[in-house]
């Protein structure tokens, strides 16, 4: 059963006005549809220049970094990269980077997870997304995801800079982990699959692929079809953003511990999609969590940072 708020986003997606509409400039290079290896690739690390450092009111520590992103084929205004580091005031050793969602073009979600964390103990990184915020190419635009070589662009590139800043991290002798909601939870599932060190996972909302959510659920209303040649060009986009899959990658045992959370009545990414990626990663977590896509992470975010929190347990044998 999907959820009704759910139920009227999809709504709004397929009848809604065309500026709401992904994929408006069809396919784009097709050279970047294929995607890149990224689990035969050895992570470098990926230095943040931290910018401002400032208490917040509750003696949270915020601090503002940049960085360059390893991503050549980013246009040149999304390879400026932008993190936000939110700590508890006490010393910890563990931090995890958030994946920012799909169409997110404010962080403010992520930011309010990251104070749950904090009070439990746990640093968090909120990378900003390629391609929109301050990172948007064309900010006069709208919708920055104009192609779908524009989406396997971005993807790859937030997995790949996310993978550099753990390395980073790791390096510096922090306990490390990754998380994120929807299109976040799948990237954060991608980073856990082809990381070459043991990482504390908790892939939120998430499908082992895009292709499932694009195509599946709710977001299929709101694909410009048109552009990308009539309905008929459906199998082609299945093939393309299903080959972005953590199933074609071998778990690590690291793989194991983590904890893969779905939401009741999901009406955006399908059950089977979330119990897919659980199931590829023998020993890890399924978790459900009461509400739909769009509730579960505004009322639930107790619960979502919970699996986060264990996740690092699990990994530590705590």
């Known amino acids: ?98 994946m920012p969602a799909w169409n997110e073009h404010d962080p403010k979600v992520r930011i309010a997870m990251a104070g749950h964390l904090a009070r439990k103990g746990i640093r968090s990184i909120v990378l900003e997304n390629p391609y929109y915020g301050t990172r948007h190419p064309v900010p006069e635009h709208g919708q920055p995801i104009r ?3 524009d989406f396997m662009v971005m993807g790859a590139a937030a997995v790949n800079e ?34 070459p ?32 040649g009539g309905r008929s060009q459906e199998a082609k986009l299945r093939s393309t953003l299903g080959a972005i899959s953590v199933l074609n990658v071998e778990p690590e045992p690291h793989t194991a511990h983590a904890i893969v959370v779905r939401t009741s009545q999901d009406g955006y990414v399908p059950a089977n ?21 769009a509730t579960a992470i505004w009322y639930r975010k107790d619960q979502l940072t919970d699996a986060i929190v264990d996740s690092f347990d699990r990994l530590a044998g705590v």
């Not at 800043?165 to 699959?193: F, R």
């Not at 909302?205 to 659920?217: E, R």
């Open 162 to 195: 996310a993978r550099g800043i753990l390395v980073w991290l790791h390096d510096q002798g922090w306990d490390i982990g990754v998380s994120g909601y929807s299109m976040g939870g799948n990237t954060a599932a991608i980073v856990t699959a082809t990381m």
């Open 273 to 293: 999609a979330v119990e897919s990626l659980s199931a590829h990663w023998p020993g890890s977590e399924l978790r459900v969590v009461r509400g739909g896509h």
């Open 147 to 149: 192609t779908v070589s």
């Open 1 to 98: 059963m999907i959820h009704p708020i759910d139920r009227v986003a999809g709504a709004v997606l397929s009848h809604g006005p065309a500026r709401l509409k992904f994929f408006m400039g069809g396919w784009g290079d097709e050279t970047s549809l294929v995607p890149a290896p990224i689990a035969e690739t050895v992570p470098q690390p990926l230095q943040i220049a931290w910018l401002s450092h400032e208490t917040e009111k509750y003696g949270l520590e915020i601090a503002h970094g940049a960085f360059t992103s390893p991503s050549a084929l980013l246009p040149t205004r999304s390879q400026q990269g932008s993190v936000i580091s939110i700590s508890p005031p006490e010393n910890t050793n563990r931090v995890v980077v958030l």
């Open 197 to 228: 060190v043991p990482i504390a996972s908790a892939p939120l909302a998430a499908s082992h692929s895009p292709g499932p959510v694009f195509l599946d659920g709710m977001l299929r209303e709101g694909i410009a079809w048109d552009a990308l």
